[in-house]
């Protein structure tokens, strides 16, 4: 996944990536949830220049994706839209057609797999734009999952330039849209949505925009239960600014970022009748809990015959130690605090979360990350970097889209 050393923790920039700064212009610190701030020619009549480079990069990954599904076609012996209709995209397109049930469904006395495990925002938005549209509930999904791939790596690219240079921006966003996970946004999955809300997000407390951050983190928690890690960025960041600035309209940020997570599991509470509908649903219908034990799990499994283990299992000790790895790099980096706590929290809660660990979509969440890869190498490395991720993302899009050996 993903980076070279760009903002130090003290706010100051480092030489090994330069940072354009106004020296006129107070930049404050990551501690107070700021990080410096690049002349990063995004506002007025400069909007559409920079805009266009974050699109074409997302145009091109989604180019390597439907040219893979297209290949497979062939082989799959179904239409795209049949092998975009698959794993998760098959859960938010029933939430969008039939809701969330009003009782929990129980086969061999656990709890089945339904639809309270996916959280609403976005097959709500499906329905919408479907009733709105005529479009079909799957035609809907795929639009939003297509557009919202967009504005993420347009957020992704904003973030980044809001502390670091132009090609900066561009090496960690072209590695991001060309990360494996990332097959998702061509699929109908949330992670569009999420990335979006959760990079805008983390640019808002860089920025002290309080009441945005808490209303984006919001909007991202009523998205993935993953986007709770956001969290964590807004209590430092309120932690900071209050007791070095006596600024409490920090606490907007916190109180307002969880309240997408809590309301909905109030809700199923109310629904169902049953306050643990969400967490019975995980456990049961997917087998997900978490275990602190699993990362370890993970890697005595693999080390104890790492030729005879599965495909999944090699699949999650890869992910667990790339993001070991990328974690290192982002640590050394001294990126913006806000942006790294995020990336390292959510890529815990992968690591945690049992049997899912860090598959690449998982991954793909904890995206500051990746981008701090993306920043660190140049050159050969990069280029290197930057193939073998292409080609591991046509092949997660490939395998995704043609079994069911493996869930992505």
Known sequence: MSPEPI????????????????????????DSGVSPVADSGQSGREWPRWALRPVVIYLASRVVTMTTLLVAWPFTHRSILGEVDRWDSRWFLRAAATGWPTHLPFEHGQVAGNTIAFFPLFPISIRWLSDLTGLPLMAS??????????????????????YADQGAADRATLLVAMFPGSFVLSLVYSEGFAITFLALGILALLQRRWVVAGVLGLLATATTPVALAFEVSCLWCAYRAVTKERD????????????????YQVW???HTGNLNAWRLTERGGWKSYPSLRYPLHILVTFVRDPIANTMTGDLL????AAAVIAAVVAIRQRMPMPMLLYGLAAAGLGLVSAPIGLRPRFLFLAFPLIIAVGIRLRGKA??????VSIALLSFATAFTASSWAVFP
Do not use: E, K, Q
């Open 382 to 387: 990069y280029g290197a970097l930057l193939g």
């Open 248 to 263: 409490w309209r920090s606490l907007a940020a916190p109180v307002l970022a969880p309240i997408g997570f809590v309301v």
């Open 7 to 30: 903002a130090a923790l003290d706010g100051s920039a480092t030489v090994a990536d330069p940072v354009t700064v106004n020296p006129s212009t107070p930049v404050g610190t990551p």
């Open 268 to 270: 199923l509470w109310i």
């Open 317 to 320: 000790f890869i992910g667990t």
């Open 141 to 162: 999904g795929m639009a939003i999952s297509s557009v919202t791939g967009l504005t993420a790596m347009v957020a992704v690219w904003m973030l980044v330039r809001h």
